[in-house]
């Protein structure tokens, strides 16, 4: 099993960008899909993008499709989250998950970090 921990997080402007990483920390052979979910305050965690172990394959929620790229490293089981065109409503816990299958849904990453802080604002 493996551990992922986040940073990259901070404050930033309307209009900015940041860049959010993900590395796991665990002995582990197994190439896992990552993803990145977050959550805002009073709501619920939602998906925001997910990458296959081969990084062929993505995904997008559809409000960050066209600002945000998941991307992964060339350490094992390490993923990164460019964020551009941040927007107010970008702001949010954001969580990085690693999984054996690939997708959308919370319940298929059994491996979750503590989270990093992003809050978009003027």
């Known amino acids: 099993q493996v551990q992922p921990e986040e940073s990259g997080g901070g404050l930033v402007q309307p209009g900015d960008s940041l860049r959010l990483s993900c590395a796991t920390s665990g002995r582990t052979a197994t190439i896992y899909a990552m993803a990145w979910f977050r959550q805002a305050p009073g709501k619920e965690r939602e998906f925001v993008a997910s990458?296959?172990?081969?990084?062929?394959?993505?995904y997008y929620t559809d409000s960050v499709k066209g600002r945000f790229t998941i991307s992964r490293g060339n350490a094992k089981n390490t993923v990164f989250l460019q964020m551009t065109k941040l927007r107010p409503d970008d702001t949010a816990v954001y969580y990085c998950?690693?999984?054996?299958?690939?997708?959308?849904?919370?319940?298929?990453?059994?491996?979750w970090g503590q989270g990093t802080q992003v809050t978009v604002s003027s």
């Open positions: 990458i296959s172990g081969t990084g062929q394959y993505t």
């Open positions: 998950a690693a999984g054996r299958s690939f997708g959308k849904m919370a319940s298929q990453f059994a491996y």
